[in-house]
Every structure is written in C-alpha cells, then in structure tokens.
T-cell receptor
Framework: GENVEQHPSTLSVQEGDSAVIKCTYS??????FPWYKQELGKRPQLIID?????GEKKDQRIAVTLNKTAKHFSLHITETQPEDSAVYFC?????????????FGRGTSLIVHP | GAGVSQTPSNKVTEKGKYVELRCDPI?????LYWYRQSLGQGPEFLIY????????DSGLPNDRFFAVRPEGSVSTLKIQRTERGDSAVYLC????????????FGPGTRLTVL
C-alpha cells in the first residue's frame, strides 16, 4: 500500500518568516494530494490540494509543489502569522471505488511565534 | 448549513464491550468516509461508502470492526469486543461524491477503552 513520509515533525518559526513542509510517497498510482490543517481539538480542514497533472498551485500565502518523478510534494506558507499555528497533514490519494482514498503523513506541528 | 456531526463526542468503555459511533453527513453528500486518528498520527482510512454500499473497506483492521449506512445518509461504525488498542479519535467525513470533491470532516468521537 501507499506510504507517506512527512518532515519535519515540528517546525518553529517567527511571525513573518516562511515555513516549508515536505512529504514523500511511495505509490506512483497516487494522483491527488490534499493538505489539511488541524488546530488543537478541532477537525481537519482542507487548505489546498494539487492533482498530478499540475506542478504547482498557489492560494494567497499558501502554495504547493509536486514532483511526480521524485514522488515528493511540499507545502509553502509565506508571511506566517500566529493563527497559522496548527498541525498540518499531507496526504497522497489513490482512486478506489470511485473516490480518492488518502494515506496521511504523520503531521507537522507548526508553531509561529509572535 | 450544518456540517458533519458525530455522536457521542466522547465514549468511555471497558475492554470487551461493544460500541456504536454515529455519523451524520452533510445533507446531499453521497460519499461518507470513516477514519481513525491516534495521538500524534494522521487520520487512518477505515472504510468508504458511496450511497448505501461500502465501496472500499480495505482499511478496517479486523472483523471486530463493521460499518453500515442503510439509507445512504447516517452511518454507524460498530466495534465488537473492544480492546485498549482501539482507543483513538474516530473521524467521519463526507463529500458530494465522485473524484473531484473535498472531504469535510466531523469533530470526531474520542473512544477510550479501559
């Protein structure tokens, strides 16, 4: 099955700095890659996603890049703010039964210091 | 509108007991997913329903776990002969269905097996 590695496990930055979270996956059949933000005690929320036919996608301060050949994808957050502090999960998804089924990474705890 | 809801929010049970966890998806969402999230880990896929049928149950860890969605809306995850290792947050998500749709997560049920 799919295996997703996510690094770093913890990332501490100063407000205004950039943050980068990296993930690798093992199954070349994965072709949908969502990123979720989970605040403490809250539900995961989708913040951005990318599909295999696209190399990069940007939404305001958040961007994702995908390298299918190397099987890795990254989340970039610019101009970080304290409210960006949360756990971020990457996922690599394979089409099964008509839907994309995600395998999640172990998460990155992002701490933004004011 | 109302999001995905799950009941109960917390469930404490004794080893060997039977438990049922309920998920109410967003109205009109045909796809429903169950995940398990252990402390410090990403969500782990258990089962996916498209309508009333389980389209992919490859994530169910063993035959103690079973899920139903008899009318294509509410779903119940059933765990027999609970073990301490079953302790986790059980998350439910729903989507409109099909390949392109975002999964919206519920708040989860925290299951503790003593």
């Amino acid at each position: 099955g799919e295996n997703v590695e996510q690094h770093p496990s913890t990332l501490s930055v100063q407000e205004g700095d950039s943050a980068v979270i990296k993930c690798t996956y093992s199954d070349s059949a994965s072709n949908y890659f969502p990123w979720y933000k989970q605040e403490l005690g809250k539900r995961p929320q989708l913040i951005i996603d990318i599909r295999s036919n696209v190399g990069e996608k940007k939404d305001q301060r958040i961007a994702v890049t995908l390298n299918k050949t190397a099987k890795h994808f990254s989340l970039h957050i610019t101009e970080t703010q304290p409210e960006d502090s949360a756990v971020y999960f990457c996922a690599a998804s394979i089409l099964s039964g008509g839907s994309y089924i995600p395998t999640f990474g172990r998460g990155t705890s992002l701490i933004v210091h004011p | 509108g109302a999001g995905v809801s799950q009941t109960p929010s917390n469930k404490v049970t004794e080893k060997g007991k039977y438990v049922e966890l309920r998920c109410d998806p967003i109205s009109g969402h045909t796809a429903l997913y169950w995940y398990r999230q252990s402390l410090g880990q990403g969500p782990e896929f258990l089962i996916y329903f498209q309508g009333t049928g389980a389209a992919d149950d490859s994530g169910l860890p063993n035959d103690r776990f079973f899920a139903v969605r008899p009318e294509g809306s509410v779903s119940t995850l059933k765990i027999q002969r609970t073990e301490r290792g079953d302790s986790a947050v059980y998350l439910c998500a729903s989507s409109l269905g099909g390949r392109e749709d975002t999964q919206y997560f519920g708040p989860g049920t925290r299951l503790t097996v003593l």
